[in-house]
T-cell receptor, first 114, second 110 residues
Framework: DGGITQSPKYLFRKEGQNVTLSCEQN?????MYWYRQDPGQGLRLIYY???????QKGDIAEGYSVSREKKESFPLTVTSAQKNPTAFYLC?????????????FGPGTRLLVL | GQQLNQSPQSMFIQEGEDVSMNCTSS?????WLWYKQDPGEGPVLLIA?????ELTSNGRLTAQFGITRKDSFLNISASIPSDVGIYFC??????????FGKGTRLSVIA
């Protein structure tokens, strides 16, 4: 089956810990994205990558880091510098980042800080 | 970052009624996308629009790309209980990331 997988579905983090969220796609898409969703806030872009070994900051990159070593993988690390990390995190991908390309989402990971 | 103005924020309707929601932007977009999100899940693409004036249907859903390229509309006809969820619009111009609306939360009363 082709698609985007995110793991785990739920993740718990202690104060001061870094935690990494996984995102994998087998759609052969070049572009990948990470969004944060809070109630009533819609989707806010954290980081995006248009090609392997390259990525750009989105609107709310502070306290997060990413890597893009492989085309199919775009992990997101929530660092201890992120003061309010509890949220629903969504990964997405598209063939390329152009006008005509649609974007598809994974099932999401809910992060809770204990 | 820029966000789209999506309205209404929420709607409560009777089963069988038609629904209409819209998004507006101060910028011109070349692409409009409409998504639906169920609780605890990722958004699912409903309709993609690429041309000003374009009207596209997907079953009971119809979306339009505004002539000014600054707005888009989504209509749902004869709503059913499984239409419940949050509907998001998203727009893009050129080689830039999508910009999202804050969503319209739809509740259907049987």
């Amino acid at each position: 089956d082709g698609g985007i997988t995110q793991s785990p579905k739920y993740l718990f983090r202690k104060e001061g810990q870094n935690v990494t969220l996984s995102c994998e796609q087998n759609l052969n898409h070049d572009a990948m994205y990470w969004y944060r969703q809070d109630p009533g806030q819609g989707l806010r872009l954290i980081y995006y990558s248009q090609i392997v070994n390259d990525f750009q900051k989105g609107d709310i990159a502070e306290g997060y880091s990413v890597s893009r070593e492989k085309k199919e993988s775009f992990p997101l690390t929530v660092t201890s510098a992120q003061k309010n990390p509890t949220a629903f995190y969504l990964c997405a991908s598209s063939i390329q980042q152009t006008d005509q390309e649609t974007q598809y989402f994974g099932p999401g990971t809910r992060l809770l800080v204990l | 970052g820029q966000q789209l103005n999506q309205s209404p924020q929420s709607m409560f309707i009777q089963e069988g009624e038609d629904v209409s929601m819209n998004c507006t932007s101060s910028s011109i977009f070349n692409t409009w996308l409409w998504y639906k999100q169920d609780p605890g899940e990722g958004p699912v693409l409903l309709i993609a629009l690429y041309k000003a004036g374009e009207l596209t249907s997907n079953g009971r859903l119809t979306a339009q790309f505004g002539i000014t390229r600054k707005d888009s509309f989504l209509n749902i006809s004869a709503s059913i209980p499984s239409d419940v969820g949050i509907y998001f619009c998203a727009g893009r111009r050129g080689n830039t990331p999508l910009v999202f609306g804050k969503g319209t939360r739809l509740s259907v009363i049987a």
